[in-house]
């Protein structure tokens, strides 16, 4: 079992920047496997990026490359979101999740442990 906390959403405009986080707890081995997804309002989760924290190896969805950069602190056994030049179509709840063995897939049916979300609103 992992724990997922996600933080640093909040509300932007256009252009600016935040920075997401992601600490994982419990079972370290089960978030091997890291990724973001994230949900706007009637719309269906959509996978952001990925990260195989093994390797660190990442991949990103096309809106968010050149935008969104992943990272982590192996340390504190936390991911990160940095994302750049905001546009209000990223405006969306923003979920952690962990897998320990599917890695680099941006599918949300991969993916067994989810935090709860962070809030992300970017206005124009």
């Known amino acids: 079992q992992v724990q997922l906390v996600e933080s640093g959403g909040g509300s932007v405009q256009a252009g600016g920047s935040l920075r997401l986080s992601c600490a994982a707890s419990g079972y370290t081995y089960s978030s091997s496997c890291m990724a973001w997804f994230r949900q706007a309002p009637g719309k269906e989760r959509e996978g952001v990026a990925a990260?195989?924290?093994?390797?660190?190896?990442?991949t990103y969805t096309d809106s968010a490359k050149g935008r969104f950069t992943l990272s982590q602190d192996t340390a504190k056994n936390t991911v990160y979101l940095q994302m750049n030049s905001l546009k209000p179509e990223d405006t969306a709840m923003y979920y952690c999740a962990a897998d320990p063995v599917r890695c680099m897939t941006l599918s949300p049916y991969n993916y067994n442990y989810w935090g709860q979300g962070t809030q992300v609103t970017v206005s124009s």
């Open positions: 990260m195989d924290t093994r390797r660190g190896s990442t």
